[in-house]
C-alpha cells in the first residue's frame, strides 16, 4: 500500500456456528441457500419500484441475513446489494475463480 502502510485483507464472511440464526443456516430460506453457491458466478435480478428490473452479474461473495455481496467482473468491485428486492436468480452450474486484476478466470 502507499506510504509503507501494510496491506489489509479484511474478513468480511459471515461465520456460521451453532449460535446462528436460521435464516443463515436452514437451506429452506433464501439466505442460507445462497450461502451453498459462494463462489459461482450469477445473474441477479432485482425488482425496482413496481416493474422495473435491473440486474446485475458477478461472483457471490458473501450473504448475510438481509444482504448478499457480489464482485462485479467488470470493475472486481463488491456490490452490496439488498436481499429483499431480488426477484431472480441465474447461478452458473460452474465455479468460478480468479479475478480482474490478474486477468485470468478459471471455470470448474
Not at 102 to 107: A, L, Q, V
Amino acid at each position: 500500500m502507499a506510504n509503507g502502510e501494510p496491506e489489509r485483507k479484511e474478513s468480511r464472511n459471515v461465520t456460521i456456528n451453532q449460535n446462528s440464526p436460521e435464516i443463515l443456516t436452514n437451506s429452506i430460506y433464501t439466505p442460507a441457500f445462497l450461502r451453498e453457491h459462494i463462489g459461482k458466478l450469477m445473474r441477479v435480478e432485482f425488482l425496482i419500484g413496481t416493474n422495473n428490473l435491473v440486474d446485475r452479474i458477478g461472483i457471490l461473495e458473501d450473504v448475510g441475513a438481509s444482504y448478499i455481496l457480489l464482485r462485479a467482473l467488470e470493475s472486481d468491485n463488491l456490490v452490496y446489494c439488498d436481499i429483499y428486492s431480488i426477484k431472480f436468480i441465474t447461478i452458473s452450474q460452474n465455479s468460478f475463480y480468479g479475478g480482474i486484476n490478474n486477468n485470468r478466470y478459471h471455470y470448474y
